[in-house]
């Protein structure tokens, strides 16, 4: 039995683990007798009050560890990622982002997943379309929830054509079950047009609306296409007046929503506001920001933080010799621009400039500023520091999760040498920005 069970990767300070002698290095073997096999069922097992803990040592040695605690009271082991490996794509999307990667980037950008563990645990989108019964009732058995659905359409053959998988007509029937047993879900729409816009749209929708409260809202977001598409299906982008109807479409089944359900449910991402030029809604209209994840609101609230937070900034004079640049994408640099005019109404003889990039790496026609590469920012900023004393500062969506690396893999160091300036990275929040730019002119 040497060597079964999973390696604990550390253990947290002070808690029920920690106490018990339980230590990085670790195996957990069992929990109440079941083997742990991934993070899941570790969750699910160690909800209860009594514990017996099976233990193997890193000579050998087991131990047999008891235990009482609350209910829900995490022991405080931390383990490698999600224990194993995570389960790939099946799919072949039309619309795959992935499959629009130029080559010879690095290996871990050209993994599909379609895991429901990580999106229960980070929030990922899945297919479901790799799913058995026996996955299905897995979920409802460990009470996996919530679960985040890539749908696109509900319309089985469609679906089919859309993911090219001739599993993925199934999917009402998964989530109708899943809403019977009470498991909690948010579903995206990727929207290409002339494919699953116009009547599908509202069937989708429609379908999905039935499913409430237990799927809680829908986000749409529009197709998007890089350069690199050479022998993939045929699609195009929307445009202004393509955008617009699709804006219509959603506001006229808002409304009817708000009446039957008390709730929009369903959601447009900002993109499509940005493409048609149209006002974004109020603030209040995105009813708490549950889908900020696809970009839906995520301008309405960033100015509202900038508000917010400006109202407790001092006005004052000062003299400083820092040059600020914000790096963006080309989608947010009207509202960057705007904050920044607040900003200046503030602090007095500010230097700030708003650098938006443009996508060469990818194709211009991709504006948002979490797809920028460390290679364009070098290029197009370089010629805007002539001056000394400059400090950039840019969003982390732009590095890698957890890591300093830009989609190219161009470090944030080699950025700071390239451009011989202090970089600095910040939260996706006007608050947090404001705070940045408060704390360089103060020093």
Known sequence: MKGNGVHIKDVLPDSIAYELGIEKGDRLRTINGVEVKDILEYKFLTTDEFLELEVEKPDGEVWILELEKDYDEDIGILFEGIID??????????FCFIDQLPKDMRKTLYFKDDDTRLSFLQGNFVSMTNLSSIDINRIIKYRISPINVSVHTTDPELRKKMLNNKNAGKIMDYLKKLKDNGIQMKAQIVLCPEINDGDALKKTISDLSGLYPELSCAAVVPVGLTKYRDGLFQLREYDSEGAQKVIQQVNDMQNQFLKSLETRFV??????????????????EYEGFPQLENGVGLISLFECEINETLKNVDTYITECNKNIHIVTGKYAEEYINKAVLKIKEKINNININVAAIENNFFGNGVKVSGLLTGRDIMEQLTPQLKEKNNIVLLPDNMLRDGEHIFLDDITLDELRDSLNAEVIVC??????LIQKIVDIWRC
């Open 85 to 94: 490996k995570p389960r790939s794509c099946h799919n072949k999307c039309i």
């Open 267 to 284: 959601f447009l991402s900002d993109e499509f506001y940005l493409i048609s030029k149209a006002d974004l809604p109020e603030y209040e």
């Open 427 to 432: 939260n996706q929040d006007g608050s947090d």
